[in-house]
């Protein structure tokens, strides 16, 4: 597995306020959500507008992770006592649901969170392979369910790599979980270390063996407001694309930004993709404590 040439990296945005604020918007003075010229009164009551179904969507989305962990906790419940192999399954294949809608709350919260700059690292030191074990432990149920083997292969010699523990964890967990839904059953989901382009430098990697992406759809994928037309187009060509808005790769591309790192892929439609992660190794923000 190659690991290829990273993008130009974009500029790191450690947990400064409204660095990410307005990408839905735009950024040119008198700009209006949609793209549409109008007069400045008009489309400041657009923006209000808009923010405001955005605030209300968020306070709905919050509201859903009640429920929804109730119902979590008695499908564990109900999973642990006596019962027959098909009522077992179905238990097993409802919990499986509940946890994936669970996690596309958690990554549309944070989202937003991150899109306005209320997100702040809290630095730990994290044994990358460690991590790589911890996820692995935690998708081994699906991934027997659909007969695609996870396999660990470290190649780097960094054990220690300051990071947002909980935020590479989604980050890595988002990936496994993209690439066990497209890979075939026999397939295989490998995640493994590298060393980064130049010192001070690590990559994550995640390889599938799944349908692959076309190159002119691998940057708009991570991209919240550009996947739909992405997906859109790749189901025109007769390419199997997901079923979801893929809330999980935009968030991986604004939580490794968080870290000033960058994400991207390398795939070849019918072979499979590469995801990579490449984060800084002596991340020491101002108040992380790691000076």
């Known amino acids: 597995m190659s690991a290829g040439k990273a993008p130009a990296a974009a500029p790191a945005r450690l947990a400064r306020k409204g660095s990410m604020r307005g990408r839905a918007l735009g950024n040119r003075r008198g700009a209006c959500p949609n793209g549409v010229a109008g007069e400045p009164e008009q489309i400041a ?50 919990l499986m649901g509940c946890q994936d809608l669970f996690h596309m709350v958690q990554n549309l919260l944070e989202i937003g969170k991150m899109e306005q700059g209320q997100v702040e690292l809290n630095l730990s030191i994290v044994d990358p392979e460690q991590l790589f074990r911890e996820v692995v432990k935690k998708m081994a149920r699906l991934s027997e369910q659909k007969g695609i083997r996870l396999r660990i292969e470290c190649r780097s010699d960094v054990r220690s790599l300051p990071v947002d523990a909980h935020l590479l964890e989604r980050i890595i967990h988002n990936l496994v979980l993209n690439a066990l839904a497209y890979s075939k059953p026999e397939g295989e989901v490998v995640l493994s270390t590298l060393d980064g382009a130049g010192e001070g430098k690590i990559r ?88």
């Open 45 to 94: 009551s657009l923006q209000r507008l808009l923010e405001r179904k955005t605030t209300l969507v968020r306070m709905m989305v919050h509201d859903m992770k009640g429920p929804l962990s109730s119902i979590m906790a008695n499908l564990d419940l109900l999973e642990k006592s006596r019962l027959r192999a098909q009522e077992r399954e179905c238990v097993e294949t409802a």
């Open 204 to 291: 994550l990697a995640v390889s599938d063996t799944g349908i692959g992406i076309p190159p002119e759809y691998q940057e708009a994928i991570f991209d919240l407001y550009a996947q739909g037309e992405s997906w859109q187009g790749m189901k025109n060509r007769g390419i199997r694309a997901p079923g979801s808005v893929g809330l999980g790769l935009a968030f991986c591309r604004l939580a490794t930004e968080q870290h000033g790192g960058k994400i991207w892929v390398q795939s070849t439609p019918g072979k499979g993709s590469t995801f990579f992660v490449e984060l800084p190794t002596d991340l020491t923000p101002y108040g992380s404590g790691l000076m």
